[in-house]
């Protein structure tokens, strides 16, 4: 997708009253950045009339996937072919398997990820990269940037910054998630377009999330795009996370990995902590919104069980007390774990 194209399609979500801000840094300043070139602002066309909002899919079945369930196969796998043999020993070999999502992968050619996202998907990468590189079959690669939001995109052109990284590692899969930059009440938020409060949210920002999907799978990766982990006392996460079920519905370049099950009470209330062998563990930070440990390596199970299995492999335990677990970024606004970090007990 072009420069051009992509800035002329940008030009729907403008109107006059949106002001474009510079950038800025998330509210935890001392989380280091991502190594990334930050393109210069996408440049501002002429107010355009307003995209009608999109259509709704007429129900469907969403690849959802959470830990307690597997993504169904693509949309794209033919019908079994329908056939008159009734003879039991031969009739089942008539029946075609279901192909799985992704290739099977080997020691020689291990299957490529890349992780996109903002600081919540920077604290995610380091227990997702371990329980995939833990099968040897995996290799994972991380490229998130703090304050990153779809809506972002007047001050974070994510267009331009993510085919160098897709030049790079050559995914077969992308993992993404944004939503505390696009959502919630955040400092210095008003270069957002579209913003929260705006009328036509739902539909522009439909339109980015199916830009993005375009541009992370261009050369052929499937997307697997998390949901937004819930907050206290907050229904905006769910919003932007029915709007990507919907979606998802109709592209099946996208995955939808939900992991509100997996952080909510069973009655959908939001957890902060987990029991781990009598002892409740914290799960997210003080913020209500990013991860300690805990909620790290509940996220990385569930999403390294949604990629292996589509690539038909099975998820191995032994990488949830590695190395990773060490890893600086969980020493800021730190959480009060109840063992060393490492201690499996």
Request: contains cysteine.
């Given at each position: 997708?072009?420069r051009?194209?992509?800035v002329?399609?940008?030009?729907v979500?403008l ?6 801000g510079?950038?800025t840094t998330?509210?935890?300043p001392?989380?280091a ?8 602002p996408a440049?501002t066309?002429?107010?355009a009339?307003?995209?009608a909002p999109a259509t709704?899919?007429?129900p469907a ?5 959470s830990?307690?369930?597997s ?7 033919p019908?079994p072919?329908?056939t008159?043999?009734?003879?039991p020993l031969?009739?089942e070999?008539?029946?075609p398997?279901s192909?799985v999502?992704l290739r099977?992968?080997t020691?020689?050619d291990?299957l ?13 990468e380091?227990g997702?990269t ?7 079959l995996?290799?994972s ?6 304050g ?16 160098p990284?897709?030049?790079e590692?050559q995914p ?5 998630q944004?939503?505390?930059w696009d959502v919630?009440d955040?400092w210095d938020g008003d270069?957002?377009i579209?913003?929260?409060e705006?009328p036509?949210w739902e ?13 992370l799978?261009d ?7 998390l949901?937004?982990?819930p907050?206290?006392?907050s229904e905006r996460p769910?919003?932007?996370n ?6 998802a519905t109709t ?8 992991l509100t099950?997996d952080f909510?009470d ?13 002892v409740?563990?914290?799960?997210r930070?003080?913020d209500?919104v990013?991860?300690?440990r805990e909620?790290?390596e509940?996220v990385?199970?569930?999403v390294?069980?949604?990629i ?8 191995m335990s ?5 190395t990773?677990r060490s ?9 009060d774990d109840?063992a060393p ?5």
């Open positions: 997708m072009s051009r194209h992509v002329g399609l940008l030009t979500l109107t006059s009253s949106c002001s474009v510079e950038d998330e509210q935890h001392e989380v950045r991502a190594p990334v070139t930050t393109a210069a440049t066309a002429a107010p009339t307003t995209a709704t899919a007429a079945t969403v690849p959802v996937v830990a307690l369930t993504a169904p196969p693509p949309k794209t796998t019908a072919v329908p008159t043999n009734t003879d031969t009739a070999s008539s029946i398997e192909p999502l099977t992968p020691i020689v291990p490529r990820v890349m992780v996109v996202g903002d600081s919540v998907t920077y604290e995610v380091p997702l371990a329980a995939l590189q833990y099968t040897g995996v290799v690669a991380g490229r998130t940037q703090v990153f939001g779809l809506s972002r995109w007047p001050v974070y052109a994510w267009w331009e910054v993510w085919p990284f897709l030049t590692i077969e899969v992308v993992v993404v944004t939503g505390t919630n955040v270069d957002r579209p913003a929260p705006d036509d539909a522009s920002f439909a339109f980015l999330v199916r830009m993005a999907v375009d541009v799978s050369d052929g990766a499937h997307v697997y795009w949901t937004m982990l907050m206290p006392f769910e919003r932007l029915r709007l990507l079920r919907d979606i592209d099946d370049r996208m995955t939808v990995v939900d099950p909510t069973v009655e959908g209330r939001y957890l902060s902590h987990v029991d781990r062998h009598g409740g563990w914290p799960i930070k003080v209500g990013h991860l300690c909620g790290a509940l990385g199970s569930i390294a069980m949604a292996l299995s589509d690539a038909g492999l099975s998820p032994g990488w949830e007390d590695g990773w890893d600086a970024r969980y020493d800021v606004d730190p959480c109840p970090v490492g201690d499996p007990s």
